[in-house]
């Protein structure tokens, strides 16, 4: 009767180990809760569940998640969910890949420690420790007393090898990026290319795509405009999700564990700090506050037909290859119009150019807007960019004049700290920030590049591509060495513009020169 009852309460036993263990093949968020109860003590939110949707949706094969810190990403992605593909034995290959290969490693030996020492694990799934691989920088989990080849688990830090890597025939199936990118490295416009670079040809390229079980994780916080996260929230080829601790009101979207009061005293330390914006991309994964920002769309003025007073210029920045990771050459024609305190920009291009192609495309501009003046920035080129464009010009009987232009470096409160770019940043915000807010710069609402134009200024620091605007900051330098001021006159006296003409040629015919008009100076 006793070996009965015993034989009984074991099947018994046995029968709410398999019910449990088929509830967390099923889902991640029972699989969080039941085997790692102390790592999940919260309830979980509404983002937290549409979370967990998607992971145990087959369907998603490439699944991005921008997440506020602190919402425990890296603890569903680097423990949760790849503990439930192990333990239901569906997967052969993780590569769990982080920003170095010092967390890729920390995050893989919790993943192990919890399949070798979980008492509910060991409890009710049995041992997962492997007899033949368990190193720190590769490991089998696997159950020695059930015939399964098991999973590899191979951390991998950014940069590191991942190329050509097999197991058992086998190509990695389950690739899981969490936060490849740190504070300082996206600022580098460099290191976001190497990230990108190594991401898209490196880990991709690693998949067997035509596996219908592969399947790419990546989940982090938003910290630029240009990252690699941002880029692919913005990508129509991955299922992407964005989540916010709060709304504008800062009401908690995660009230079981923060509140209203808790979210407001961290919004409040921020903003004494002056670090709003930190805020809003640790907190809500956006990358600026809105409440600083150097550009607005009420600075945005328009106009129909250039000012017949105008100087016409064409500013050149030629980017210095033509490569794919490089920014555009960008070449901006203006009209300068001193007397009624306005400037135009009448053309952009924004293109990958070879040399001849450049000096072509700034020429044909010069003619279309009738500037005789082309300035082009030189700053680590010299002679090399100078000479073949004033040759180009000689050749081609342009009459244009060349026009140097030099890069200029120097503190701004509008470059992020840290910034790579702190000379490209500077002088765009000490050039651009000023004319804007004063209202002197219009733009030509109809022509085809002016969003682009204003989606570089209102992204500004924080946006990957300023080609444009760039070029175009170079328009104060111009003026500053020819002397150009605004007059800040409301309207054009057309007697006082004659008067100032005749004045023009009596000084140029008492010197026995030509006229000042012809020299870009005045």
Not at 89 to 95: A, E, M, S
Request: hydrophobic share 35%; aromatic share 10%; charged share 25%.
């Amino acid at each position: 009767m006793l070996t009965q009852s015993i034989n009984g309460f074991q099947a018994e036993a046995h029968a709410l180990k398999r019910e449990i263990a088929l509830q967390c093949f099923a889902s991640t968020e029972v699989c969080c809760k039941t085997l790692f109860p102390k790592r999940f003590e919260y309830p979980f939110s509404k983002a937290h569940k549409q979370v967990f949707a998607a992971l145990d949706d087959p369907s998603i094969k490439r699944l991005c998640i921008a997440a506020w810190r602190g919402f425990g990403k890296s603890s569903i992605l680097q423990l949760g969910y790849p503990a439930k593909r192990i333990l239901s034995r569906n997967v052969k290959f993780i590569v769990p890949t982080s920003c170095t290969s010092t967390q890729a490693l920390r995050q893989s030996e919790n993943l192990k420690r919890e399949l070798t020492g979980n008492p509910a694990i060991l409890d009710i799934f049995g041992s997962m420790k492997s007899v033949d691989l368990f190193s720190q920088e590769m490991w089998m989990a696997n159950n020695p007393h059930r015939n399964c080849s098991g999973t590899l688990v191979f951390p991998r830090g950014m940069g590191q090898q991942v190329r050509g890597i097999i197991h058992e025939d086998s190509r990695p199936d389950l690739i899981i990026v969490d936060d490849l990118e740190d504070k300082e490295s996206v600022l580098s416009e460099e290191q976001r290319f190497k990230r990108k670079d190594y991401f898209f040809t490196d880990l991709l390229g690693s998949v067997d795509l035509s596996n219908p079980n592969t399947r790419i994780l990546y989940i982090g916080t938003v910290m630029h405009e240009d990252a690699l996260l941002k880029n692919l929230l913005d990508d129509p080829g991955w299922t992407s999700m964005r989540f916010e601790i709060c709304d504008d009101d800062l009401v908690s979207n995660w009230p079981e564990r923060h509140t209203n009061d808790d979210i407001r005293f961290i919004y409040e330390a921020y903003e004494r700090q002056g670090l709003l914006d930190q805020f809003y991309m640790e907190y809500r994964n956006l990358t600026s506050s809105g409440q600083m920002k150097p550009f607005t769309e009420d600075c945005f003025k328009y106009f129909d037909t250039v000012s017949p007073n105008a100087f016409h210029v064409v500013l050149v920045d030629p980017a210095k290859t033509t490569n794919q990771d490089s920014c555009d050459t960008a070449i901006v024609g203006v009209g300068i119009d001193t007397i009624t305190s306005r400037i135009f920009v009448e053309d952009i291009i924004a293109d990958r150019f070879h040399p001849d192609q450049m000096y072509a495309a700034a020429c044909d501009m010069a003619r279309r807007i009738g500037a005789r003046y082309i300035g082009v920035e030189e700053t680590g080129l010299n002679e090399f960019v100078s000479w073949p464009f004033r040759n180009y010009i000689t050749m081609n009987k342009a009459h244009l004049q060349y026009v140097p232009l030099k890069a200029r470096r120097g503190p701004s409160q509008y470059v992020p700290t840290g910034s790579k770019a702190n000379g490209k940043d500077a002088r765009i915000s000490a050039s651009l920030v000023p004319m804007y807010r004063q209202g002197l710069i219009y733009h030509k609402k109809e022509h085809p590049q002016t969003k682009r134009l204003e989606s570089q200024l209102l992204g500004f620091p924080r946006i990957g591509e300023k080609d444009i605007i760039d070029a175009l900051s170079y328009v104060s330098w111009f003026m500053s060495m020819g002397e150009q001021y605004m007059m800040g006159a409301e309207e054009v006296v057309e007697n006082n513009l004659a008067m100032l003409q005749r004045e023009d040629q009596a000084l140029a015919e008492m010197y026995g020169c030509s006229s000042f008009k012809n020299d870009w100076r005045f």
